[in-house]
């Protein structure tokens, strides 16, 4: 499962952002989000990780770097993590067009989201 993206969530976005600003050389993009901005951070051009708030639908995930691993049916996966003697911390939802993901804790209680590609009809 590559790694397909990183994301921080956490109560103050706005020092987190800045904090990786000026640590990694992060530029932040500011990523609307209904009444607030969430950021994504960008390096060398290309965007690399989400800065967020923990609000909406970011309220229930938690403070850490959250890698999002790709796979290629997420219910499959989230069978296999409880099979296995994992967690579903947070159920199936869109993020963004195409994209379905669910955040879970392996056996040894660290948290990781789980995302596949949506194929349109």
Do not use: K
């Amino acid at each position: 499962m590559p790694i397909a993206w990183l994301d921080l969530t956490v109560e103050d976005a706005g020092t987190v952002r800045d904090f990786y600003a000026a640590v990694a050389g992060w530029t932040p993009e500011p990523v609307p989000m209904g009444g607030y901005d969430d950021y994504s951070m960008v390096a060398g051009g290309e965007p690399v990780a989400g800065i967020c708030h923990a609000r909406g639908g970011n309220a229930d995930l938690p403070p850490v770097w959250l890698p999002y691993f790709e796979v290629a049916s997420l219910d499959e996966s989230l069978a296999a993590v409880q099979a296995l003697g994992g967690e579903v911390l947070v159920q199936p939802r869109a993020a963004g067009a195409g994209v379905r993901y669910a955040v879970v804790r392996d056996p040894g209680g660290a948290a990781a989201a789980l995302a596949e590609t949506v194929q349109s009809a």
